[in-house]
């Protein structure tokens, strides 16, 4: 938390004195640390951003070619680190190896080579392939502390590996923790999702040497999962500090309104994704879209990423939802807990649709646990945040984008004096949605507290940077019944926890669908629903007040 950020920082530096202190995962063959991850979005950013430039990402044979490559590419540059993982489409393997600095890396690129086939066109980039020798060397020098790190590489864990770690912990609330700990992205899967970014940015590098792919969503903002999708926003010309000097580049003038620019730029990406970058398939242009995206399958780092280039307010919200990840260590678990059981009931989906989206059930959770239930809240509001770190509450998008959440989270004040366990937490979630009046209120982060609906839609979620906005526009009515159905199910099975009595106990009984009952009790669950909505049109037109609780500030 960011209570405990001087701390940490301390004793970063105590630990960075210490001399025989050694990274978790190896040593280098200069006894340097791996420093400790930075702790706030905008360190995370550039920490990650920095070790993406000084890497590169070498296919090899298999594991074992790593020996071979070490004794070829430590000629090179100081290699730093070493990671394996395999690809989960095509198994394919390839090591990240990490160099001391960046010139090592365009060195090492400027003097590969191309196979002269006339097949592919040959073009750099960070991504190379390490040419096997049938020579057999076994007097290969590897430094005797240098392991190659290869903790889970870039593997998801299994529904069955899951489901024995879960089975095999001794309460609901570990399994809970357990559930998190397991899933959420590791440090490989992070990396790959840098470097692809990294290629994006390279490709374009002559002509925009300042361009920058910035990584958002669950790949940053700390609820990312094992082979969660990347989300990128590609700024082909980011605002450089001003120089006197008398030579001006000459430019081409943009004819074009603003969005067919875009379109254009988006169009030309597309293409050179397609036609040059290695790796990068599956290219899918949807320029029609409120927010015009190209996807593509990365398929050397095993990403799916969905590419974007119009506007930063998807960085600034992964800004704030990594600041209330780090605000309480009950936030993080809690979210992938209730993402995990909407995906494992079928009420969400991983293509966006009619169904509510990840991004809306982590602000759910969040607005639950700004609320004061039987205990204090967990959380602030977006307003106590806001006013903390000297920001005005009107037009917080267009502050924000010269700003960092996080940056100033550090001076954030708010201790929160709730002691409720995760188990405890996640129950009271189910139970302060089983009764929450989706028909005509809407979820405010920025006050904490439900608010008249502005407009009718059938779950209302105020978009926090920018307020006119519903962030959960595009659920249907029907998908809203279901999840709500699916609350009462899932507060029924946790009330009635024998514990490991049972054989699915827990979470995992929470997980399984009630398909069988839900057929036949959701057609009577729909009427009574219609009847509901029905009476609140019929109390309307008789000039009745929905509410009387808009705006209130809990704080
Ligand atoms: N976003 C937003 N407003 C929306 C939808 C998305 O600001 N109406 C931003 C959020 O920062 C979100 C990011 O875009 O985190 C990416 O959206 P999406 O990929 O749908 O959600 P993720 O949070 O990345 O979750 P997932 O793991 O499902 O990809
Ligand atoms: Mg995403």
Not at 189 to 214: C, D, H, I, K
Not at 515 to 540: C, I, W
Request: net charge neutral; hydrophobic share 35%; charged share 20%.
């Amino acid at each position: 938390t960011y209570n405990q950020y001087n701390f940490n920082k301390q004793l970063y530096t105590l630990l960075q004195k210490c001399t025989n202190t050694t990274s978790v995962r190896q040593v280098s063959h200069k006894n340097k640390p791996t420093p400790l991850a930075p702790l706030t979005f905008n360190e995370t950013l550039n920490y990650r951003r920095n070790q993406a430039k000084r890497s590169i990402l070498v296919q090899v044979q298999s594991m074992e070619s790593y020996k071979e490559l070490y004794s070829y590419i430590s000629t090179l540059g100081n290699v730093h680190e070493m990671l394996h993982y395999v690809t989960s489409t095509d198994q394919l393997h390839f090591i990240i190896v990490e160099f001391d600095n960046e010139e090592q890396v365009s060195n090492i690129i400027q003097n590969s080579s191309h196979i002269n086939s006339g097949e592919s066109f040959p073009i750099h980039s960070n991504f190379l392939w390490f040419k096997a020798t049938n020579r057999k060397n076994s007097k290969l020098k590897i430094p005797k502390n240098f392991k190659l790190g290869m903790e889970n590489g870039n593997q998801i864990p299994s529904k069955n590996e899951i489901c024995n770690l879960l089975l095999g912990q001794d309460n609901t609330n570990h399994q809970i923790q357990t559930l998190h700990d397991v899933t959420k992205l590791n440090d490989v899967a992070t990396r790959l999702r840098f470097l692809t970014t990294r290629q994006v940015e390279l490709s374009v590098a002559g002509m925009f040497p300042n361009a920058v792919a910035y990584p958002f969503g669950s790949s940053v903002n700390g609820f990312g999962k094992m082979g969660c999708d990347l989300d990128i926003v590609f700024r082909l010309a980011e605002e450089q500090t001003k120089s006197d000097s008398r030579l001006i580049f000459h430019c081409k003038a943009n004819n074009l309104y603003e969005r067919s620019i875009t379109h254009r730029h988006m169009e030309v990406v597309g293409d050179v994704l397609q036609l040059f970058l290695p790796g990068c398939t599956q290219i899918r242009k949807i320029l029609q879209a409120r927010v015009p995206i190209i996807k593509y399958y990365q398929q050397f780092t095993d990403v799916e990423c969905d590419l974007s280039m119009s506007n930063m307010s998807g960085v600034c919200m992964s800004d704030l939802l990594h600041l209330y990840g780090s605000i309480d260590a009950r936030v993080r678990p809690l979210v992938f807990t209730v993402r995990k059981w909407a995906q494992e009931v079928g009420i969400t989906n991983s293509s966006p649709g009619r169904w509510i989206s990840n991004f809306s059930l982590t602000l759910l959770v969040l607005a639950f646990l700004q609320q004061p239930n039987n205990a204090p809240p967990v959380l602030p509001s977006v307003h106590h945040v806001l006013q903390q770190i000297g920001l005005k509450c009107e037009n917080v998008l267009e502050e924000t984008l010269q700003f960092s959440f996080s940056e100033s989270g550090k001076t954030l004040k708010f201790k929160s004096s709730n002691t409720d366990d995760l188990e405890t937490l996640l129950k009271q979630f189910f139970n302060f949605y089983s009764s929450f009046d989706f028909s005509s209120k809407a979820i405010s982060l920025n006050e904490a507290i439900s608010i008249t609906k502005p407009e009718y839609s059938p779950l209302y979620i105020v978009n926090p940077l920018e307020r006119g906005l519903n962030v959960s526009k595009n659920v249907s009515l029907d998908e809203l019944e279901k999840f709500r159905y699916e609350i009462r199910n899932a507060l029924w099975v946790l009330e009635s926890n024998q514990g490991k009595s049972n054989s699915n106990w827990g979470l995992l009984e929470m997980f399984q669908t009630k398909r069988k009952s839900f057929q036949s009790n959701y057609h009577s669950f729909r009427h009574d629903r219609l009847m509901e909505v029905s009476k609140l049109f019929e109390e309307d037109s008789n000039g009745q007040e929905n509410s009387k609780e808009t705006n209130k500030d809990s704080y």
